[in-house]
């Protein structure tokens, strides 16, 4: 069978396929219910399963769904891994936690974000003082408008070309892209609090992962870089033992947004940097892996066109019908090439990361 099976066209979809692979393989499952309530009337909640000894010393710990959309993509892959019996190549010195749908709103919702419109791996910080993100005021009106038309697009393009223009490319994408924490109803907002994905990551981590010497992280994402390609970007600062663990684990392919050799700006408020500070005493080798989809103007428009309709478009009209197609597209392709690019990566990577936790 195709590994594209493995892959689903709706939340319910993966999360049928992902509860069944679990049980077949021998999983124990947990559930964490989610309580906003979903414009279809989907049911949402992110589903845990763990595989091996919870005694065992070093662990593998995937993500998918933590930009909500992205999810087809990681999925896919910890579907593929259970189903296909991947998940046996662990040996017995390594357990294993596959969180699916860590932002299940998002995923069954079309969106990147969550029930409070939060960026996920913007929403680690400390919300009392959070970073000031000093060039999204500027960038914040053409990426953010309240009216939307044929000629939105064009628009938003001529003032993000002004804005590089006058500061540099990488000053727009960290302006626009890094977080935000002034604008609720803008894109890559990393909330005012803790929200509840956030909270059930604190929970999952502080009940399966306390007391590991080992712990290999990998975050599954989509929408930035070449068509296919999947990029393993370090969370970990360039001088910390992380870094240096995770560039000989992956053979140096691997890329470090504080060094400039990933297309990903510095973010504040990640998920990953939260984990590793958490999990004081155990080694922590984190990454996310980003999968390229559709040209970046394209990927920019779905998410900006996505984040109008939910605050001043109407989800039933024509316009966002096609607004939620767009976003899908820009987040997951549906294509059998692409699903086999993004699993033989995925496997090559947790291959490694194996490797590398029992080395
Ligand atoms: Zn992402």
């Excluded at 040996?91 to 596959?98: E, N």
């Excluded at 977080?179 to 399966?208: C, H, L, M, N």
Aim: aromatic share 10%.
């Amino acid at each position: 069978m195709s590994v594209s099976s493995h892959f689903s066209a709706s939340y319910e979809e993966a999360r049928s396929k992902f509860l069944d692979a679990a049980a077949a393989a021998g999983a124990t499952l947990e559930r964490f219910d989610n309580p906003a309530e979903n414009p279809r009337g989907v049911d949402l909640s992110t589903d845990v399963a763990r595989l091996g000894d919870p005694a065992a010393p070093a662990m593998l710990l995937t993500f998918s769904g933590t930009h909500g959309a992205e999810g087809f993509c990681g999925s896919g892959v910890q579907v593929a891994w259970l189903a296909d019996g991947f998940w046996k190549e662990v040996p017995d010195s390594v357990q294993q936690v596959h969180v699916h749908a860590i932002n299940p709103y998002g995923f069954a919702s079309l969106s990147r974000t969550t029930e409070d419109n939060i960026d996920l791996n913007r929403n680690f910080v400390d919300h009392a003082n959070p970073p000031v993100n000093e060039g999204w005021p500027k960038i914040q009106p053409v990426l953010c408008p309240t009216e939307w038309n044929d000629g939105t697009l064009d628009q938003m393009k001529a003032g993000v070309e002004a804005f590089v223009e006058e500061h540099g490319f990488w000053a727009f994408r960290e302006a626009a892209t890094s977080g935000q924490y002034r604008d609720p109803k803008g894109i890559f907002y990393g909330g005012s609090a803790p929200g509840w994905s956030r909270r059930t990551v604190e929970t999952i981590v502080g009940k399966y992962c306390k007391g590991l010497k080992q712990l290999a992280v990998i975050d599954y994402h989509t929408g930035l870089g070449p068509r296919g390609f999947g990029e393993r970007i370090i969370d970990h600062l360039p001088d910390t033992p992380g870094y240096g663990r995770a560039m000989d684990w992956y053979g140096g392919d691997a890329s470090s947004p504080y060094l400039g050799t990933s297309t990903s700006a510095k973010l504040t408020g990640q998920m990953l940097d939260w984990i590793d500070r958490a999990l004081t005493g155990t080694e922590v080798t984190a990454i996310a892996l980003e999968y390229g989809t559709e040209p970046e103007d394209k990927v920019i428009g779905a998410l900006t066109s996505d984040n109008w309709l939910r605050f001043h478009g109407d989800l039933s009209s024509a316009r966002g019908r096609e607004i939620k197609q767009k976003v899908r597209d820009a987040f997951y392709q549906d294509a059998n090439d692409w699903k086999q690019m993004i699993w033989d990566r995925a496997l090559d990577t947790q291959r490694l990361a194996l490797q590398g936790l029992t080395r």
